[in-house]
């Protein structure tokens, strides 16, 4: 993407002030590092029910920021552009449907309860080679992280593969105007976020949304009641059932469920007029960002199918999360689908020291690199000799001229992830501190000490406070008792009234009847 402030504004109805920047990348989380290693970042600031980011702007100003959207005028600070809209996260949405309406590629909205980043990059993997694909980094697929997903889109690929998903009535049909995908893929359904729905055909309907102007629908007649849906509503498209595909061996792919997954697969290929998958062995489709445990104590983060910029700046940060107190290195090849015509490293890897990486522009880095037969000594022996501290340093004098901001610790960091999780997913009635350190890839010991020696309080009792915030905002939305405690990730009744009152002193029966609400039939 490439915007000017006064132009986003003018797209998402907010009203602009100050510099016009160009805006070329965007960051909402304070603490990651891609504003230090993109170019043109803007910095959006929401206000949720128990945080604030607004409180972060003089941060990220500090860090080399110059352009923020915002959703309450704030102090000007200089060089800086400002764009006030209502509400953040609908803005970006906004945004982001206007930048895949200039796309030309192809585009592929993968739904499902289950499988979707599998069937995605499994599908990356089985493209004809040398066709330039984006695809959203890890699982960017909620009511943010889909348009943060679609403005990553550089505009010269030829086709992006974006996750949606969601967790109650009405989300797929906002998903949908900003994906708007020419093909739909339909992974498994299942009872993945059921809660919110009434039952199963009804989770279905909302997932068909997406569907609503695809040319080209794939799924596996396997799973009812979604095949039976689909070839009824969507009769007049291009169905491709991923059952009329031959089965592949057992031999090959022992497990049920992936072997429907590379039904699926091959569906989709057949409907693009893509080469049918071999599938002459099993096929090693890792996830992105898979973690494993090295010797001598270290950790391996594989990110072997990252094959674009965007998504380098985002494994960055994911190491530097996961390093902690280790020192980090990066080995690097090339990146077939970067785009640019001279290859990297010559077919070479090379290993950089990504502690001195990690701070930099690492774009315009590797973008220059590409050029290295062009360049004059001292740099062209740098690039040669992996002297990275010599390199960047160089290449920092006559590109930027100054130092960016150092990272903020790494147990710090841990934290973050840890609350940025815990924030989003709240309302999964199945979260809990286990799920959590899972995700941190630490310990619970670990996890349940940094956290509260950060936060001042437990994991629980964080996680109990959101929930008793959404409970609390429900009930003022009118809903009943009941369903607020449902939505809001409680599985026990008689537990979460009992925390309602330890809390707030009174029963959720009476503070819903403190706001003058009607009672409803619980």
């Known amino acids: 993407m490439k915007y000017r402030l006064s132009q986003i504004a003018a797209v998402v109805g907010g009203r602009f ?124 697929n909620s009511q943010l992280g889909v348009p943060l997903s679609v403005l990553m889109i550089e505009g010269d690929e030829q086709l992006a593969l974006i996750e949606a998903g969601i967790s109650k009535p009405g989300e797929m049909a906002r998903l949908e105007r900003i994906i708007r995908p020419d093909v739909v893929v339909f992974t498994s359904i299942g009872d993945a976020h059921q809660e919110n729905f009434l039952n199963l055909e009804q989770k279905c309907d909302e997932k068909m949304v997406l569907a609503h102007r695809a040319e080209t629908i794939v799924y596996h007649s396997y799973y009812e009641p979604l095949g039976r849906m689909i070839a009824s509503r969507f009769a007049g498209r291009k169905l491709c059932d991923a059952a009329s595909c031959p089965e592949v061996p057992e031999t090959l792919i022992g497990n049920e469920a992936s072997r429907r997954n590379a039904r699926i697969v091959e569906a989709f290929c057949a409907a693009m007029g893509y080469p049918a998958p071999s599938f002459t062995e099993a096929p090693e489709v890792a996830m992105r960002l898979e973690v494993k445990d090295g010797i001598n104590d270290s950790v391996l983060i594989n990110d072997a199918y990252n094959l674009d910029l965007n998504s380098l700046a985002l494994a960055l940060d994911y190491l530097h999360n996961v390093a902690l107190s280790r020192r980090r290195t990066l080995v690097l090849s090339d990146i077939a689908q970067s785009g640019l015509t001279d290859r990297l490293w010559q077919g070479e890897p090379v290993i950089l020291d990504a502690d001195s990486v990690i701070r930099w522009d690492f774009r315009g880095l590797l973008e220059r690199m590409a050029q290295t037969v062009y360049l004059d000594e001292p740099i062209r022996s740098a690039v040669q000799c992996c002297e990275v501290t010599e390199l960047i340093l160089l290449f920092c004098h006559v590109i930027h001229g100054r130092r960016a901001a150092p990272p903020p610790s790494a147990t710090s960091l841990l934290v973050a992830k840890a609350v940025a999780y815990l924030q989003a997913n709240y309302t999964d009635p199945q979260l809990n501190v286990a799920q959590l350190a899972r995700y941190t890839y630490t310990s619970r010991e670990h996890l349940s000490r940094v956290f509260k020696e950060y936060t001042l309080e437990s994991v629980h009792g964080y996680l109990t406070n959101l929930r008793m915030q959404h409970c609390r905002n429900a009930l003022a939305a009118g809903m009943s008792v009941l369903d607020a405690c449902s939505a809001s990730g409680f599985t026990n009744y008689s537990s979460f009234v009992k925390s309602f009152r330890a809390l707030y002193g009174i029963t959720p029966t009476e503070y819903r009847a403190q706001l003058r609400i009607p009672a409803a039939k619980e």
């Open 17 to 140: 002030s100050g510099t016009d920047c160009e805006v070329q990348s965007v960051v909402t989380d304070s603490r990651s590092l891609t504003c230090e290693l993109g170019s043109g970042p803007v910095f959006v600031a929401m206000c949720g029910a128990n945080h604030d980011s607004h409180a972060f702007v003089a941060q990220m100003y500090a860090r080399g920021v110059r352009a923020f959207m915002v959703e309450r005028p704030l102090e000007a600070l200089p060089e800086c552009g400002y764009v006030v809209v209502e509400n953040a996260i609908a803005a970006l949405q906004c945004l982001a449907a206007y930048h895949r309406a200039q796309f030309r590629g192809t585009v592929v909205g993968i739904t499902g309860s289950n499988g979707k980043t599998v069937i995605k990059e499994w599908i990356a993997e089985e493209l004809p080679a040398g066709m330039k694909c984006y695809r959203s980094p890890k699982s960017y």
